[in-house]
């Protein structure tokens, strides 16, 4: 299926009776206008009707935030969005990413190793160690805490 196919699908599974049949094209016209403005969202609108599993590895994760969009969620759960990228790719990602999140209308989760990744995308974070809280607060406090430094950024200010 193509990407704008996933996105409309993705948008139409929200509501169940949007899988009824007697909705007729409304039904289908407003899952596609969800699913197209994710795309547009996350700068995908250029590859919208090629198939999804031909998109590179990075426009493939951005899709996977596309369909999640596309249902129209208050809260917004990304685990490892830069899993697998390359530099460039996660640097596109970061960008568009933060793009999305800027306007704080939408509430995320993010759940991310790559600290640098971290610190570009969150107005608060909070870090974990071996199951513990060892870090709670803004970009700034976090990265200055010396246990942050020592479990996650190898000991360096």
Known sequence: MSARENTRLAAQARDPPRWHPLGGGAVFADAGRRGDTALERLGLTHVAGRPAGLLSHGDQRLL????AL????LV???????QGLSVE????AVE??????????????LVEHDMEVV???SHKITVLHRGAV???GDPEAVKADEGVQNAYLGGFA
């Open 64 to 67: 996977e935030v596309a369909m």
């Open 70 to 73: 596309a249902q129209e969620p």
């Open 76 to 82: 917004l759960l990304l685990d490892e969005p830069t």
């Open 89 to 92: 790719e996660t640097a596109q």
């Open 96 to 109: 568009v990413l933060a793009g999305l999140f800027a306007d704080g209308a939408l509430t995320v989760l």
């Open 119 to 121: 610190f570009r995308l």
């Open 134 to 136: 060892i870090a709670d």
